[in-house]
C-alpha cells in the first residue's frame, strides 16, 4: 500500500465492513508480532490491519535518519487511515508501534476514536524519566548503544542474528517465542537494509528528541496494557502517562513481560475487545 511516499505490506485480517483497527508492531518486530491478536479481533467483527511499518521486513526502508523522524513514521499511519477510507479507526501499539500510536493520537485525535497502548509510557514521560531516574537510564543503555555507525548492525546481525535471539528470549517467558518465530523474525531481519532501517528509529529519536515534550494531553479515550515484569521499561512510567489521558485506563499483568501481547494473549485480546467494543 502506497502511503507517504512509501509502500507499506499491510497483514489484514476480518470481513472488510467491519470496523478498523490498525495494529502497529514495535522493535525488532514486524506484523507478525500481532498474529495472536489479528484472528481474534476479527473473530469479534472487525477488519484489522497490521502493517510492517517503514524499515521492516516487507515495507519500503529508506535511507538515512531523518526518514524515521517520530512525525514521519505518524503520517505514514495517518496515510493508512485515509487510504481505508474511514473518518476514524481503533489504534493499538506495541513498543515502538505504541509510541507512533500516542503521537498519531495526540497529533490526530480526530482520526482515532480509540488507542490502546501496550507497555510503552507517553513520550514526555519517557523523556522526562529517562533524563532524571538513572535506574531507568541504565535499563535504556541499549538505545544510547545504537546511535552509535555501523557497530550495533555488526553486533546484532553476527552468529545468525544471535544477539538479537537473545534479546527477545532473554527479555520474555520462557517458550514465548518458538523456533518457528524466530525463523520469521530472522528472515525479516534478513531483508536488505533492514537491520540499519530498524536502528534508525532509535537514531532519529535521540536527535529529534526534545519534540517528545510537544505532545501533550491525549483526548481520545485510552487503554494501556503493561506487563509488569518488562526488563526494559519500567511500570513507574505507567500512570504518570495515563494522567496525562483525559479518559484513561491502566491494567496491569503482574506476570507478563514487555512481551504482553504474545505472553497472555487471551487477556490481551479481551481487554481490546471489550474496550474498543464499548462505543460499537
Keep these: 500500500m502506497r502511503v507517504n511516499g512509501v509502500n507499506l505490506h499491510v497483514a489484514m485480517a476480518g470481513a472488510q465492513e467491519g470496523p478498523l483497527v490498525i495494529l502497529l508492531h514495535g522493535f525488532p518486530e514486524f506484523w507478525y508480532g500481532?498474529?495472536?491478536?489479528?484472528?481474534?479481533?476479527?473473530?469479534?467483527?472487525?477488519?484489522v490491519w497490521a502493517p510492517d511499518q517503514r524499515g521492516y521486513n516487507r515495507s519500503d526502508k529508506?535511507?538515512?535518519?531523518?526518514?524515521y523522524h517520530i512525525e514521519t513514521l505518524?503520517?505514514?499511519?495517518?496515510?493508512?487511515?485515509?487510504a481505508s477510507?474511514?473518518?476514524?479507526?481503533?489504534?493499538?501499539?506495541?513498543?515502538?508501534?505504541?509510541?507512533?500510536?500516542?503521537?498519531?493520537?495526540?497529533?490526530?485525535?480526530?482520526?482515532?476514536?480509540k488507542l490502546a497502548i501496550l507497555n510503552v509510557p507517553h513520550p514526555a514521560v519517557m523523556r522526562r524519566t529517562v533524563l532524571e531516574d538513572p535506574e531507568q537510564r541504565k535499563?535504556?543503555?541499549?538505545?544510547?548503544?545504537?546511535?552509535?555507525?555501523w557497530l550495533p548492525e555488526y553486533a546484532?546481525?553476527?552468529?545468525?542474528?544471535?544477539?538479537?535471539?537473545?534479546?527477545?528470549?532473554?527479555?520474555?517467558?520462557?517458550g514465548t517465542f518458538t523456533d518457528d518465530d524466530l525463523l520469521a523474525y530472522k528472515q525479516a531481519w534478513s531483508q536488505p537494509g533492514a537491520?540499519?532501517?530498524?536502528?534508525?528509529?532509535?537514531?532519529?529519536?535521540?536527535r529529534y528528541q526534545a519534540q517528545a515534550v510537544e505532545l501533550g494531553r491525549i483526548r481520545v479515550p485510552t487503554l494501556m496494557i503493561w506487563g509488569v515484569n518488562d526488563i526494559a521499561l519500567d511500570r513507574k512510567m505507567a500512570q504518570p502517562s495515563i494522567d496525562l489521558?483525559?479518559?484513561?485506563?491502566?491494567?496491569?499483568?503482574?506476570?507478563?513481560?514487555?512481551?504482553?501481547?504474545?505472553?497472555?494473549?487471551?487477556?490481551?485480546?479481551?481487554?481490546?475487545?471489550?474496550?474498543?467494543?464499548?462505543?460499537?
Excluded at 505518524?74 to 485515509?82: H, Q, S
Aim: with cysteine.
Design 245 to 280: 489521558c483525559d479518559e484513561g485506563r491502566l491494567v496491569f499483568l503482574e506476570e507478563a513481560t514487555h512481551w504482553v501481547q504474545h505472553e497472555e494473549p487471551e487477556t490481551v485480546n479481551r481487554l481490546l475487545i471489550e474496550f474498543f467494543g464499548e462505543s460499537r
Design 195 to 206: 537491520l540499519t532501517a530498524m536502528l534508525n528509529w532509535y537514531r532519529a529519536a535521540v
Design 85 to 113: 477510507g474511514r473518518k476514524q479507526v481503533y489504534l493499538a501499539g506495541h513498543d515502538w508501534g505504541a509510541a507512533v500510536a500516542w503521537w498519531v493520537a495526540g497529533r490526530y485525535p480526530h482520526l482515532v476514536k
Design 34 to 47: 500481532w498474529r495472536k491478536q489479528l484472528p481474534a479481533l476479527a473473530a469479534a467483527g472487525y477488519h
Design 156 to 174: 546484532l546481525s553476527r552468529n545468525d542474528y544471535t544477539d538479537l535471539i537473545r534479546m527477545l528470549k532473554g527479555s520474555s517467558r520462557r
Design 62 to 67: 529508506p535511507a538515512g535518519v531523518s526518514a
Design 139 to 149: 535499563k535504556s543503555w541499549y538505545i544510547f548503544f545504537f546511535q552509535l555507525p
Design 74 to 82: 505518524a503520517r505514514d499511519v495517518v496515510g493508512l487511515i485515509e
